[in-house]
């Protein structure tokens, strides 16, 4: 219902809406651009072609923006602890994270979806992949576990700032950053990077293990072949620590007082 008014809201302003949905698209589009130069000089980035580097940033840059179309709004949670105004969403009878994520929704974030959507799809046409129906069944099991491992991370963000305020920034770099690392083949990264997007946060499973087994490329060094299939698990595990951490903070919060 909250999320729902902030959508009527907004569509009571379609042209300012569509010029900002517009302006969304684009800005995140000049990501992909960069890429695009790139391969206007080289034939391969990291001994993957252009269509591979396209699936890889379409399937990151897509669960990247529903994580952050549904999820994005608690981020500010170091606000609402510093200004009180958590305390009015405590004091309603609905679920807290419900409400903080559903507050100022804003559905021009879409627009970072559709690029993302835009870009798989184009990578998807330029692929010789040889399709079996697990391959075409991992892809959209893929970019939903991606967007639940993303949302994990912003709560676990979220959580950090009911002790750390100002520590938006500091998971910024695991969302947002993430997102741009996982636009890049892993062979472009150290080892010991790459081992630690697998074993420590794991991004890894978002787009990489699951896209390297659509590729018919063979796992980073160390990695199980199996661990393409573990995304759902991962996922899961992520929601598990990621809960025990919201609720942790919320039972530490205090409120600011006057």
Same mark, same amino acid.
């Given at each position: 219902?909250?999320?729902? +008014?902030?959508?009527?809201?907004?569509?009571?302003y379609? &042209?300012?809406? $569509?010029?900002? %949905?517009?302006?969304?698209?684009?800005?995140?589009? !000049?990501?992909?651009v960069?890429?695009? %130069?790139?391969?206007?000089?080289?034939k391969?980035l990291?001994g993957?072609?252009? *269509?591979?580097?396209? %699936?890889?940033?379409? =399937?990151a840059?897509t669960s990247?923006g529903?994580?952050d179309? @549904?999820?994005?709004?608690?981020?500010?949670?170091?606000?609402?602890?510093?200004?009180g105004?958590?305390?009015?969403?405590?004091?309603?009878?609905?679920?807290?994270?419900?409400q903080?994520?559903?507050?100022? !929704?804003?559905?021009?974030?879409?627009g970072?979806?559709?690029?993302?959507?835009?870009?798989?799809? /184009?990578?998807?046409? %330029?692929?010789?992949?040889?399709? =079996?129906?697990?391959?075409v069944?991992?892809?959209?099991?893929?970019v939903?576990?991606g967007?639940?491992? !993303? &949302?994990?991370? +912003?709560?676990?963000?979220a &959580?950090?700032?009911? /002790? +750390?305020?100002?520590? $938006?920034?500091? @998971?910024n770099?695991?969302?947002?950053?993430?997102?741009?690392?996982?636009?890049?083949?892993?062979?472009?990264?150290?080892?010991?990077?790459?081992?630690?997007?697998?074993?420590?946060?794991?991004?890894?499973?978002?787009?990489?293990?699951?896209?390297?087994?659509?590729l018919?490329?063979? $796992?980073p060094?160390?990695?199980?072949?199996?661990?393409?299939? $573990?995304?759902?698990?991962?996922? *899961?595990?992520?929601?598990?620590?990621?809960?025990?951490a919201?609720?942790?903070?919320?039972?530490?919060?205090?409120? =600011?007082?006057?």
């Amino acid at each position: 219902m909250v999320a729902g +008014m902030w959508i009527r809201s907004t569509m009571a302003y379609r &042209s300012s809406f $569509a010029l900002t %949905l517009v302006t969304s698209f684009c800005v995140t589009f !000049f990501d992909f651009v960069a890429i695009l %130069l790139m391969f206007g000089q080289v034939k391969g980035l990291g001994g993957f072609s252009f *269509a591979e580097v396209a %699936l890889l940033y379409g =399937t990151a840059g897509t669960s990247f923006g529903i994580a952050d179309l @549904t999820m994005g709004s608690v981020q500010r949670m170091g606000r609402r602890v510093r200004d009180g105004s958590l305390d009015v969403f405590l004091m309603r009878p609905a679920p807290l994270m419900a409400q903080v994520a559903a507050d100022k !929704f804003a559905l021009r974030r879409f627009g970072r979806v559709l690029q993302g959507l835009v870009v798989l799809v /184009w990578g998807l046409l %330029l692929l010789d992949v040889a399709w =079996t129906p697990v391959k075409v069944l991992l892809l959209p099991v893929t970019v939903v576990c991606g967007a639940v491992i !993303f &949302s994990a991370l +912003m709560v676990l963000g979220a &959580s950090a700032q009911f /002790w +750390m305020q100002d520590a $938006a920034e500091v @998971t910024n770099s695991f969302t947002y950053g993430g997102n741009t690392l996982l636009g890049y083949p892993p062979t472009v990264f150290a080892q010991d990077l790459v081992r630690g997007v697998v074993y420590v946060v794991p991004l890894a499973f978002v787009n990489w293990l699951p896209a390297l087994y659509v590729l018919g490329r063979p $796992a980073p060094a160390g990695v199980p072949e199996g661990a393409a299939f $573990a995304a759902p698990l991962v996922a *899961a595990v992520c929601c598990g620590i990621a809960g025990i951490a919201w609720r942790a903070g919320i039972r530490s919060y205090r409120s =600011t007082g006057s």
